[in-house]
């Protein structure tokens, strides 16, 4: 039936045959907190490092990004039970709090009960997840899980048992890992790849569309391509590693000068972390170039006024120019103008996160093991 409604797709307009979860863009944990006058005791006492989530062994990583802001929703169980998810391409998990957690991050968000689905089965498996700071550790359980109007069977899933204390801030309740299997946490099933496994996909793939817009507009969309959403040409870059969605980039540069990346680097497509990250030294280089200053926190400013002046960013990859202009790479606030460059330490690994996926639509092949970048509409 279901190989028979795929085809059926291919015969009607296939825009009905998308489907999309709306992104909902919310209030990131920074402007909670700097709302409550507590941001800088909190980024004292957390340290924002972007690439934990990159390095763990066997654990399925995910870090404290204080700047991420889109969430779907989705539903696990029967009768369905809805959480608010963010959909991260740097991860492979998907997990919601239960109610079995008793942490602060629990208590103030949407929580899975088990007994109240008439589909769930446990195991006695654990999970075990690190964060820039802090943990959350629970077990695995299957169940029907629904997204964007596709109804996967026996997904297998985390429930949370406790929850770093920083979780309490974020307005999502959960993560929705999409990259590979082999780095997903205890082996579990990438809920992706249930959907391809399953046919419920016409396509081997994903696309992102992140909008600038405050409240709507962005989504993602599985096992197809919207081409309402960019301009132009698609590129597809083949991916140099199928763990994370990870592409070769050859420099990136100002006004025709490499400022970073010389004699090439690689990068991570990564919906989960909000900035464009690199190494120290590359991103003071940038910096400096664009004439903003690097904080004692690692927040990057520069003067408000001077936006107009700044120069576009330009990252070279496998052979095509995507270029991001200063009204893209800075974020403006009641509390001032932040540039969206994060420092990776002496990682070589770059992360080109939402705010490079605001500039192109980002179509995510599992087919093909290619990402597909056009220029936002």
């Known amino acids: 039936m279901m190989k028979l409604a795929v085809v059926l797709c291919a015969l009607v307009a296939f825009s009905e045959c998308l489907h999309k979860v709306p992104l909902i863009k919310g209030k990131t944990v920074r402007e909670a907190l700097q709302e409550k006058g507590l941001w800088e005791e909190y980024r004292k006492q957390h340290p924002y490092n972007p690439m934990a989530k990159f390095y763990q062994s066997g654990l399925e990583p995910m870090t404290n990004d204080a700047d991420l802001s889109y969430y779907g929703v989705i539903s696990i169980g029967t009768p369905p039970q809805s959480f608010k998810v963010i959909f991260d391409t740097g991860s492979s998990n998907l997990w919601v709090p239960s109610v079995y957690c008793n942490s602060q991050a629990c208590n103030n968000h949407a929580r899975f009960n088990p007994q109240q689905s008439s589909t769930f089965q446990s195991t006695s498996q654990s999970l075990s997840i690190q964060y820039g700071t802090g943990s959350m550790t629970g077990f695995l359980g299957y169940d029907t899980v629904q997204v964007g109007g596709i109804s996967v069977a026996n997904q297998i899933f985390g429930l949370s048992q406790t929850e770093a204390p920083f979780m309490a801030n974020m307005v999502a309740d959960g993560i929705l890992g999409l990259a590979f299997p082999s780095i997903s946490s205890s082996g579990a099933t990438p809920v992706f790849d249930n959907m391809m496994k399953q046919g419920l996909v016409s396509q081997d793939l994903f696309s992102v569309y992140l909008s600038g817009n405050e409240q709507a507009g962005s989504v ?119 540039t969206g460059f994060g420092n990776g330490g002496s990682d070589q690994l770059w992360i080109l996160g939402d705010v490079f996926i605001r500039q192109y639509y980002t179509i995510f092949d599992r087919g093909n093991n290619y990402v597909g970048l056009a220029q936002v509409a």
Request: contains cysteine; aromatic residues 12%; hydrophobic residues 35%.
């Open 220 to 338: 993602v969309l599985f096992g197809g391509i919207d081409t309402s959403y960019y301009t132009g040409n698609i590129y597809w870059i083949p991916l140099s590693s199928e763990t994370y969605w990870q592409i070769s980039m050859e420099s990136v540069t100002i006004n025709g000068n490499v400022v970073a990346c010389s004699g090439g680097c690689q990068a991570i497509v990564d919906t989960g972390t909000s900035q464009i990250v690199g190494p120290s030294s590359d991103i003071s280089n940038i910096i400096n170039y664009v004439g903003a200053s690097m904080d004692q926190y690692g927040d990057s400013t520069v003067n408000c006024n001077s936006i107009s002046s700044m120069p576009a960013i330009t990252f070279t990859i496998n052979g095509y120019a995507f270029t991001i202009p200063a009204t893209a790479y800075v974020s403006q606030s009641y509390y001032g103008c932040n």
